[in-house]
């Protein structure tokens, strides 16, 4: 999948970056050198493999008490 | 008196203890240091010096109150990703302008607590985005070690490459720092430092500038392998304030250090030898190996297959988390506002113009991965792949203690000479980011000179929780390499 003008231009805008326009045509080829290299990751099977969401295994997130704090104030939570 | 700036952690605190000298001659020592080779190694970006001379006076009269923590009185620097109270906190961004945090992080917090003080803020690639220091907005760090006699300035790595060369440089007693890819142990092979990256979730990341939340933690940069765990064990520990701070309980990392490795099994891994690498580098790899079999390990070979597709993976993973994490960077809170015809564009502007070349690249990825019709194709198959390479080494660790490799594919480059091309310095980063993507613990060390006297460093791999194991073997490592070299003081 190669990453064309219009992509580089849509993807920045989704990024809320504005790209001048002498800059979008070399932004698509850095971009495109890079997902090259990247795509490699097709030769992995990953038939069945949950995805790794989180470093942190068999730890479900922590909840606190269900009592009234002073919310946003950091040395209260 | 000898040069007190050369004194270990473990030295200068045993030096104070005796009252050999204090804190304040200790912390006027390292300033005096400062003055004189910042301005050529670029290590610091702030220099705190009167808040440090306050400190160490009401350190030393703690201590003699006979009230001294565990870091009494020890300066150290700190990676300006970690938010200090009252002190600018930037990430090297321009984006965060003169942001001064009314908080201090978890890390810092708990060195403070435990005695340290606070010499400076260092020097980082712009939001640990990096492997050279090359994207910093404050300008690149230079290393310290220089090829023989040549006056080529290399890069000290990245991203924490302050921490390493002001620790190299001995302009500190040790260093916080952070990891995301590498950003630890990479500087620290590059500046024949010890730097240890532990287990995801042992260091809070409350108040540490997020680049990618699933892969970042901090750990410290440090002069020898017994100063890197006295720094962890302050700076580790269950922080509530982060909901993947693992609630384990500390070890003694300290007493680690002294545990026997006989009869520890250790693996070597197969993928490791990668085209291109310097003979320097299999040669101590080789080394090291013997150097555990003669404390008496058994090495065992194994095989890590993924390893090749960790980098593919992590520049999918980690600018994903990025691009979302650096949303927060719109104008209207931090830096500096740049105008546009529309709030989308003030946006729009201020992001363009807060944001470095490499930062706004990994944002484009980031949020190419993630858009409508190539999540799945990218970010879903990369997180499954992560969980391949996390598998790989679950298989491994039931049949070996720990994993000895080399901890980068070269010494120091020049600055300059991989900036161009993103893949290459990318490439960096090939032996470390397996221990992100896994979450497990690793340590670099230096352990021998290339041809041109700059250090090469080897890298052990624990597994989740077993730090222990880690500093054991390297410290057996330290023992035998017996890495005794300094960069020359060529700015003095």
């Given at each position: 999948?190669?990453?064309?003008e219009?992509?580089?231009?849509?993807?920045a805008?989704?990024?809320?970056?504005?790209?001048p326009?002498?800059?979008?045509?070399?932004m698509?080829?850095e971009l495109?050198?890079i997902?090259a290299?990247?795509?490699?990751?097709?030769?992995v099977?990953?038939?069945?493999?949950?995805p790794?969401?989180?470093?942190?295994?068999?730890?479900?997130?922590?909840?606190r008490?269900?009592?009234v704090?002073?919310?946003?104030t950091?040395?209260?939570? | 008196?000898?040069d007190?700036?050369?004194?270990?952690?473990?030295q200068?605190?045993?030096?104070?203890?005796?009252k050999?000298?204090?804190?304040?001659?200790?912390?006027?020592?390292?300033?005096?240091a400062?003055?004189?080779a910042n301005?050529?190694?670029?290590?610091?970006?702030?220099?705190?010096?009167?808040k440090?001379?306050a400190a160490a006076?009401?350190?030393?009269a703690?201590r003699?109150s006979?009230?001294?923590?565990p870091?009494?009185?020890?300066?150290l620097?700190?990676?300006?990703l970690f938010?200090?109270?009252g002190v600018?906190t930037?990430?090297?961004?321009?984006?965060l302008?003169?942001?001064?945090?009314?908080?201090?992080?978890?890390?810092?917090?708990?060195?403070?607590?435990d005695?340290?003080?606070m010499?400076?803020k260092l020097?980082?690639?712009?939001?640990a985005?990096?492997?050279?220091?090359e994207?910093?907005?404050?300008?690149?760090?230079?290393?310290?070690?220089?090829r023989?006699?040549?006056d080529?300035?290399?890069?000290p790595?990245?991203?924490?490459g302050g921490?390493?060369?002001?620790?190299a440089?001995?302009?500190?007693?040790?260093?916080?720092?952070?990891?995301?890819?590498?950003?630890?142990r990479?500087?620290?092979?590059?500046?024949?430092?010890?730097?240890?990256?532990?287990?995801?979730?042992r260091?809070?990341r409350?108040?540490?500038v997020?680049?990618?939340?699933?892969?970042d933690?901090?750990?410290?940069?440090a002069k020898?392998?017994?100063?890197?765990?006295?720094l962890?064990?302050?700076?580790?520990?269950?922080?509530?304030?982060?909901?993947?701070?693992?609630?384990n309980?500390?070890?003694d990392?300290?007493a680690?250090?002294?545990?026997?490795?006989?009869?520890?099994?250790?693996?070597?891994?197969?993928?490791y030898?990668?085209?291109?690498?310097?003979e320097?580098?299999?040669?101590?790899?080789?080394?090291?190996i013997?150097w555990?079999?003669?404390?008496?390990?058994?090495?065992k070979?194994?095989?890590?297959k993924?390893?090749?597709y960790a980098?593919?993976?992590y520049y999918i993973?980690a600018?994903?988390e990025?691009?979302?994490?650096?949303?927060?960077?719109?104008?209207m809170?931090?830096?500096?506002?740049?105008?546009?015809?529309?709030?989308?564009?003030?946006?729009?502007?201020?992001?363009?113009?807060?944001?470095?070349?490499?930062v706004?690249?990994?944002?484009?990825?980031?949020?190419?991965?993630l858009?409508?019709?190539?999540?799945?194709?990218?970010?879903l198959?990369?997180q499954?792949?992560r969980?391949?390479?996390?598998?790989?080494?679950?298989d491994?660790?039931?049949?070996?203690?720990?994993i000895?490799?080399?901890?980068?594919p070269?010494?120091?480059?020049?600055?300059?000479?991989?900036?161009?091309?993103?893949v290459?310095?990318?490439l960096n980063?090939?032996?470390?980011v397996?221990?992100?993507?896994?979450?497990?613990p690793?340590?670099?060390?230096p352990a021998?000179?290339d041809?041109?006297?700059?250090?090469?460093?080897l890298?052990v791999i624990g597994?989740?929780?077993?730090?222990?194991?880690?500093?054991?073997?390297?410290?057996?490592?330290e023992k035998?390499?017996?890495?005794?070299?300094k960069?020359?003081?060529w700015?003095?």
């Open positions: 999948m190669s990453i064309d219009k992509t580089v231009r849509r993807v805008k989704l990024a809320r970056l504005s790209l326009e002498e800059r979008v045509a070399p698509a080829g495109n050198a997902m290299w990247i795509e490699q990751l097709n030769e099977d990953v038939e069945g493999v949950e790794m969401t989180s470093a942190v295994e068999g730890l479900s997130l922590p909840m008490e269900d009592v704090t002073d919310g946003e950091p040395s209260a939570c | 008196m000898t007190l700036t050369s004194l270990t952690l473990a200068a605190l045993d030096g104070m203890e005796k050999q000298f204090s804190s304040a001659e200790l912390t006027d020592a390292f300033l005096g400062i003055e004189k301005p050529h190694l670029n290590a610091y970006i702030v220099v705190t010096g009167d440090a001379r006076k009401a350190s030393d703690k003699a006979g009230k001294a923590g870091l009494e009185g020890a300066p620097g700190i990676k300006d938010c200090t109270e600018r930037t990430a090297c961004s321009k984006i302008g003169d942001f001064t945090p009314t908080y201090e992080s978890t890390v810092t917090a708990n060195l403070f607590a005695g340290a003080i010499l400076g020097n980082l690639d712009e939001f985005m990096g492997s050279s220091n994207t910093s907005a404050f300008g690149n760090v230079v290393n310290p070690w220089r023989g006699n040549e080529t300035k290399l890069t790595g990245g991203s924490s921490s390493a060369a002001s620790v440089a001995d302009l500190c007693l040790g260093a916080t720092a952070t990891d995301t890819g590498g950003s630890i990479q500087p620290a092979a590059f500046t024949g430092t010890v730097g240890i990256k532990p287990t995801y979730g260091c809070s409350w108040g540490i997020a680049f990618a939340s699933s892969l933690q901090a750990g410290p940069i020898t392998v017994e100063d890197s765990a006295m962890l064990q302050s700076m580790a520990g269950h922080d509530p304030k982060d909901s993947t701070s693992l609630p309980a500390l070890p990392f300290r680690a250090c002294q545990r026997s490795v006989k009869g520890m099994v250790i693996g070597v891994p197969e993928e030898r990668v085209d291109g690498m310097p320097e580098i299999e040669k101590l790899w080789a080394q090291g013997e555990l079999k003669d404390a008496g390990c058994t090495i070979k194994i095989s890590l993924h390893t090749k980098l593919p993976a993973v600018p994903a990025a691009s979302s994490n650096l949303a927060r960077y719109d104008g809170r931090y830096g500096a506002r740049v105008a546009g015809k529309d709030l989308a564009g003030a946006y729009e502007n201020t992001r363009a113009s807060g944001f470095g070349a490499e706004q690249r990994r944002i484009l990825i980031g949020t190419y991965v858009s409508a019709g190539y999540y799945d194709a990218y970010y198959r990369a499954k792949v969980q391949r390479i996390a598998q790989d080494f679950r491994a660790f039931a049949d070996v203690d720990a000895l490799t080399p901890a980068t070269s010494a120091a480059f020049a600055l300059g000479e991989k900036s161009g091309d993103p290459s310095m990318y980063d090939i032996f470390t397996t221990a992100n993507l896994a979450g497990l690793a340590l670099a060390l021998a000179q041809t041109n006297g700059l250090p090469l460093g890298q597994k989740a929780l077993d730090e222990e194991s880690v500093f054991a073997v390297s410290a057996a490592l035998a390499a017996g890495f005794k070299a960069a020359a003081k700015w003095v």
